[in-house]
């Protein structure tokens, strides 16, 4: 069933494991705040990601 909900969701699954590789390193780093600069990257990005989804839709809206 999982595989079957990827598969639906798409790009958001590539987005979230992608944001999910680049905190990880962070995330399991040594230093006791490791994890709350992970969470803190991991929102920045997704709050990113959001920005340049909906940039790329009103852009492709304004072309088509």
């Known amino acids: ?3 079957e909900a990827a ?3 798409g790009p958001f699954v590539d987005d979230l494991g992608l944001v999910e590789q680049v905190v990880s ?3 399991h780093g ?3 705040a490791a994890r ?3 969470d803190e990257a ?3 990005i ?3 990601s959001v ?3 909906a940039t790329l839709v009103k852009s492709g809206l304004r072309r088509g």
């Open 36 to 38: 709350g600069r992970a």
């Open 46 to 48: 997704a709050a990113l």
């Open 1 to 3: 069933h999982r595989a």
């Open 7 to 9: 598969r639906d969701r």
């Open 30 to 32: 040594h230093d006791p």
């Open 25 to 27: 390193t962070v995330r």
């Open 51 to 53: 920005r340049l989804h």
């Open 42 to 44: 991991a929102n920045e």
